[in-house]
């Protein structure tokens, strides 16, 4: 299969897509974390029963998630076309479309836009595809300060730290916490801050007031794109990225390629999913719409650049392409146990949890994010919460058996799960495994551990005590 004349073999994702370290590693450092565990269980608890209020109060919800599901499936199947459609409307109402194969590609590109406005800073609407390309890091390479007005993005950025949730970046982070940030690097702070959460607001709205003021590029990201009208959406609850949106003199929107919907009625049936299940609203506080330029009116320049980063490469995947279909409502990451222990940056990429451990390995390629696939208890609590339908555990196991299979040797996991399959394949060898196993009860019981090699499996789990009789024995004596 082929996407815009690019091979299968298209270029992998660059960018802040893998972490220093594979998942295991980082997340035993995260879970010696109680502090970052008790953040984590009180923030995703009150946003789960936030979403689960309000979805309750729709009849059509599974409805509207099938809808939701057979949209971006159709977008899928045509994606080259309905870019195209968006390049033709956006260049037709006066905005200027780039193509960014990569990071790369598209950190050199904006770079370039705001350069040649003359300007040295610029502001941006919280946004995962510049985050995922690095743009921060490029910008002030050449000599561009990037300022970001989603609250809890300055928090990240201001503590020079890394987001760790979707939709909340600082989930991770408390208000005593946030108050030492903000008394270290927010310039003219009052020092008598408090942590009082309206207090600290009140700072934030006013150093970012006085920024959105006094800056004259504005780099956002987009929701939504419109390839029928060449209208850009973005969904935002704090009023920061209407005031990026519509204040500067020149917009420069970095927009995945996924993120194109084919009609203004498609839109619909995502600005209903999305609230509901990312911050348990009936409907997002600030919806921004724009269509190119209008005179006197909003930034007179607006610039458009489509990414792939990889994107290609997950597209020519039937099983995995999925993963394209997310709206990043976060409603996986609230509901995964492992999430709910480890945060987000045990995942290492910018996109964490169940949609991070499916996307980010096949953006980068599963060989360069191998650990990712494995982080799942394949429970399915993210396939229910998905307002799109992603069907995460199969692709889990997809990408596991992709990985499994790019292995030239066998490992210790290969092997048992070879022996495994021959045993139970033998209906005879079965039984004389399964009296063998009874008689581990001998040995083993619950608290205990296995013996080496296996010790590993029970280092932090309770070897169970095997049944009195087996089904068969059971079976056979009815
Ligand atoms: S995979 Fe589904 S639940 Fe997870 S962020 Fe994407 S749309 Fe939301």
Known sequence: MTFLGMPTTAPRGVGNLRGDEPFPAAARKALANPQLRRNLHHATSTIRGKSAAVIAEL???????DAGAAIKADTMARLPELLEQLEAQVSAAG??????????????????????????????VKSMATQEIGLNEALEAAGVEPVET?????????GHDKPS?????????????????????????????????????AAARRYLRETFLNTKVAVS???????????????????????????????????????????????????????????????????????????????????????????SAVLADDVGRQALHCIRCSACL??????????????GSVYPGPIGAVLSPQLTGVEDNASLPYASSLCGACLDACPVKIDIPSILVHLRAEHVAAKKR????????????????HPRLYAAAQRAARLSRFAGRRGRGLPPPLNGWTA???????????????????
């Open 95 to 124: 905005g200027v479309v780039h193509w960014a194969a990569d990071a790369n590609d598209a950190n050199r590109i904006v770079t370039e836009l705001v350069r040649a406005t003359g300007q040295d800073r610029v502001i941006k």
């Open 150 to 158: 989603d609250l809890a993005e300055l928090i990240v950025q201001l």
């Open 460 to 478: 932090s789990r309770d070897l169970p005590e095997p049944p009195k009789e087996t089904f068969r024995q059971w079976w056979a004596g009815r």
């Open 410 to 425: 066998p490992t210790p996991e290969s092997i048992a799960m070879a022996a495994a399959a021959y045993t139970m394949d």
């Open 334 to 347: 609230n509901v995964c146990p492992v999430y709910e222990r480890t945060g987000g940056h045990a995942y």
């Open 221 to 311: 990201g987009a929701n939504f794109g419109i390839a029928e009208t060449g209208t850009l959406a973005v969904v935002e609850s704090e009023g920061n990225g209407r005031m990026c949106l519509t204040l500067p003199e020149t917009l420069i929107t970095v927009m995945g390629v996924e993120k194109v919907v084919p009609t203004w009625q498609d839109l619909e049936v995502f600005l209903q999913l999305l609230p509901r299940a990312s911050t348990g609203e009936r409907m997002n506080p600030y919806t921004s719409m724009w269509t190119g330029v209008t005179a006197g009116d909003g930034p007179q320049n607006f610039h458009l650049v489509l990414l792939d980063n990889g994107r």
């Open 165 to 201: 949730h979707i939709l909340v970046p600082a989930i991770h982070r408390n208000r005593a916490e946030i108050r030492e940030i903000f008394l270290r690097a927010m310039p003219g702070v009052d020092p008598a801050l408090t942590d009082d959460p309206p207090v600290l607001a």
């Open 59 to 65: 009849p059509d919800w599974q409805q509207l998630r």
